[in-house]
C-alpha cells in the first residue's frame, strides 16, 4: 500500500494506517488535489493485505477544516455544470471509496471537524473524539446543498432524522459532548490518549 502520498500524511506499522492532512497552519483545509488522492487511496486499499485499519488522525490540534476557501470555495463559483457534476462526483466518491475500502476507518476528531472534515469522519466506521472537538456540517453556509458526499443519507443513519437536520439545515457545531451523547462519538477521551 502506497506510503509516498503527496497530498496528505500516511504511514502504516503493524498493519494500522494512519492518515492525515497536512496543513495544519490552516486547519487541515482538503483541494482538489487531496480529494482526488485520497478518493484514490481509499480505493486502492479495498485490494491492501498490508493494511488492517486506518487510522484518519487529526494534526496540530485540528481534525480538518473542510474544502480550502480559497482552492475550492472561491473556484466553485466559477465552474460550468460539468465542472461542478465532475467535482460532485469525485468528492462523493471519496466516500463511497472509504465505505467500501473493507477496512474498519476510525476518526480520531479533535478541534475544528467541519465541511468536508465532517463528512470524512462520518464516512468513518468509529469516531473518538476529544472534548475541544466541534463537527460542523457547513454546506450551507457556502452555498453549497446540505446533502453534499452523502450526508443526508448516512448522517440520520448515525444521529437520527431529528437531529440530523438540525445540523445540515442550520450548519451549527456540534460539540464533543452532544455528539457523544447523540452516538456520533462512540466515546470522547484527552486529546493525549
Avoid at 509516498?4 to 494506517?17: M, P, S
Avoid at 480559497?70 to 462523493?92: C, Y
Avoid at 450526508?151 to 443513519?157: D, M, T
Wanted: hydrophobic share 45%; charged share 25%; glycine share 10%.
Amino acid at each position: 500500500m502506497r506510503t509516498d502520498v503527496k497530498h496528505f500524511l500516511c504511514r502504516i506499522e503493524d498493519g494500522i494506517a494512519t492518515v492525515s492532512l497536512d496543513r495544519p497552519e490552516r486547519k487541515n483545509p482538503l483541494t482538489f488535489d487531496s480529494y482526488a488522492e485520497l478518493r484514490d487511496w481509499f480505493r486502492d486499499l479495498h485490494y491492501s493485505d498490508a493494511v488492517k485499519a486506518v487510522v484518519f488522525a487529526p494534526n496540530g490540534g485540528n481534525f480538518s477544516s473542510g474544502g480550502d476557501v480559497h482552492d475550492i470555495i472561491g473556484p466553485l463559483t466559477k465552474m460550468s455544470m460539468k465542472e461542478l457534476l465532475a467535482f460532485t462526483r469525485m468528492t462523493g466518491d471519496l466516500v463511497k471509496a472509504m465505505v467500501h475500502c473493507g477496512k474498519p476507518i476510525i476518526a480520531a476528531v479533535d478541534g475544528v471537524c467541519a465541511g468536508a472534515g465532517a463528512i470524512i469522519s462520518m464516512a468513518s466506521d468509529l469516531r473518538i473524539a476529544t472534548p475541544e472537538a466541534k463537527t460542523a456540517f457547513l454546506f450551507n453556509r457556502v452555498g453549497l446543498a446540505g446533502c453534499d458526499m452523502g450526508a443526508c443519507a448516512i448522517l440520520p443513519r448515525i444521529i437520527g432524522q431529528g437531529r440530523a437536520a438540525e445540523l445540515l439545515y442550520l450548519g451549527r457545531s456540534m460539540t464533543a459532548e452532544e455528539g457523544n451523547a447523540w452516538g456520533y462519538f462512540n466515546k470522547v477521551v484527552p486529546a493525549e490518549d
